[in-house]
């Protein structure tokens, strides 16, 4: 996939950019949206406005901003990231199993010592 930036000098961590690699804008509704912008109004709820983004792309593109700052404060990587939170998910299901066989243990411990 090749990534469209508006302007390499333009921070390519910007909302506006995150929205044209991602295919979501064109250049010309980003010009468009920085006009319009200059009232001072976050550049998402413009496009949203503007019926060019819905809310959750707008969503998605502030939790990759956060990602991507995240990653060049932390030298994180996003794919280090998604493997975390794979790993979280497999943990969590894996205690809850754990849980569930222990607790059927003791269950089965109790009623054996119930019945001598």
């Known amino acids: 996939m090749t990534h469209k930036r508006l302007n390499p000098v333009i921070d390519p961590d910007s909302f506006g950019n995150i929205a044209l690699e991602r295919g979501w804008i064109t250049i010309e ?7 319009v912008q200059e009232q001072r109004r976050p550049l998402g ?19 990759e901003q956060q990602l991507r700052k995240a990653h060049s404060k932390d030298e994180v990587s996003l794919v280090e990231l998604g493997h975390q939170r794979r790993l979280i998910k497999i943990l969590s299901h894996g205690l809850a199993d754990i849980a569930m066989a222990s607790a059927g243990m003791s269950a089965a411990f109790h009623s054996m010592m119930l019945k001598k």
């Not at 509704?29 to 006009?35: F, G, R």
């Not at 709820?45 to 707008?58: N, T, W, Y």
């Open 29 to 35: 509704d980003l010009q468009s949206a920085l006009q």
């Open 45 to 63: 709820v413009i496009l949203v406005e503007m019926g060019k983004l819905d809310e959750m792309q707008v969503e998605e593109i502030v939790c």
